[in-house]
T-cell receptor, first 118, second 118 residues
Framework: GENVEQHPSTLSVQEGDSAVIKCTYS??????FPWYKQELGKRPQLIID?????GEKKDQRIAVTLNKTAKHFSLHITETQPEDSAVYFC?????????????????FGKGTKLSVKP | GAVVSQHPSWVICKSGTSVKIECRSL??????MFWYRQFPKQSLMLMAT?????????EQGVEKDKFLINHASLTLSTLTVTSAHPEDSSFYIC??????????????FGPGTRLLVL
């Protein structure tokens, strides 16, 4: 099955600096890679996602890159702000092709705790 | 965006009792819902995939007789923790699969249920 590795586990940056979180996946069939932000005690919130037919996607200060050959994808946050402090999870899933299997299920990385110091 | 609700948000129960958690998709129909468990400072671990009208698919290591899942309608899935024990204390989060414009799939998370078994 799919295995997702995420690094680093903790990341501390100064306000205004950039933050990069990297994930690798094992299943070459995976084609959907979302990133979630989870604040303490709250639900994960989807912040950006990318599909395997795209190499890069950007939304304001957040960008995600995907290297299918190397099977890794990264989250880039520029001009970080204190409110960016949270735990970020990457995930990967393979195409959903029918009930009864694990395809289509999100497999999460272990998370990265990002702290942005004012 | 799509809204997923969970009830209750907090449960404190005695060891040996059963606890039912509801997950509802409020503004869309979800043929597939997922149940996750999250221990403190850890990632989300997929417990099972709940398919409307059929049996749930459990991940390896998750006891199906202990964690009963019922997906009786397109908007409701329930997770019942039977004979709960202190080690079952955790944050339980559901998510529902939805389709975006263009047929792409994504998942939306419920707010989570914090279970404390005394």
């Amino acid at each position: 099955g799919e295995n997702v590795e995420q690094h680093p586990s903790t990341l501390s940056v100064q306000e205004g600096d950039s933050a990069v979180i990297k994930c690798t996946y094992s299943d070459s069939a995976s084609n959907y890679f979302p990133w979630y932000k989870q604040e303490l005690g709250k639900r994960p919130q989807l912040i950006i996602d990318i599909r395997s037919n795209v190499g890069e996607k950007k939304d304001q200060r957040i960008a995600v890159t995907l290297n299918k050959t190397a099977k890794h994808f990264s989250l880039h946050i520029t001009e970080t702000q204190p409110e960016d402090s949270a735990v970020y999870f990457c995930a990967a899933s393979s195409p959903f092709i029918g009930y009864g299997g694990s395809q289509g299920n999100l497999i999460f990385g272990k998370g990265t705790k990002l702290s942005v110091k004012p | 965006g799509a809204v997923v609700s969970q009830h209750p948000s907090w449960v404190i129960c005695k060891s040996g009792t059963s606890v039912k958690i509801e997950c509802r998709s409020l503004d869309f129909q979800a043929t597939t819902m997922f149940w996750y468990r999250q221990f403190p400072k850890q990632s989300l671990m997929l417990m099972a995939t709940s398919n409307e009208g059929s049996k749930a698919t459990y991940e390896q290591g998750v006891e199906k007789d202990k964690f009963l899942i019922n997906h009786a309608s397109l908007t409701l899935s329930t997770l019942t923790v039977t004979s709960a024990h202190p080690e079952d204390s955790s944050f339980y989060i559901c998510s529902a699969k939805n389709f975006l414009a263009g047929g792409q799939e994504t998942q939306y998370f419920g707010p989570g249920t914090r279970l404390l078994v005394l």
